[in-house]
């Protein structure tokens, strides 16, 4: 898969979730470049960001996507450790549900 593959990818799973793709195109190329040179190097499309001892255990569990939404970080700071998926704003729909009562 090379980046443009994997870009669309990610696209489609976002859609329609609540949460999309960051919307910093320097930080999302240089995440995909991650991904894909861990792809080329152990065969598994494993986080660029998060600690890596080599273990096949490890590069699976941390395959992307990962389980992003279990994390702290995802409730303290509303994305991924990578910062690859961010959550999307609900500012205007709660101001809209807020108007109609
Ligand atoms: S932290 Fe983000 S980029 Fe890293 S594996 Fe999880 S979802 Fe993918």
Known sequence: ?????????????????DFKLTENEEHLDMILTGLIN???KHGIRSCPCK???GSKEQLIKNACP?????EEIWTKENRCWCGL?????????????????
Do not use: I, P
Request: one cysteine or more; charged letters at 40%.
């Open 38 to 40: 861990n792809q080329k």
């Open 66 to 70: 990962c389980k992003f939404k279990e």
């Open 1 to 17: 898969m090379d980046k443009e593959q994997l870009l669309n990818f990610y696209k489609k799973f976002t859609e329609g979730k």
């Open 85 to 101: 998926f961010e959550r999307r704003s609900t500012a205007g729909a709660s101001a809209d549900t807020a108007d109609d009562s």
């Open 51 to 53: 600690a890596n001892n």
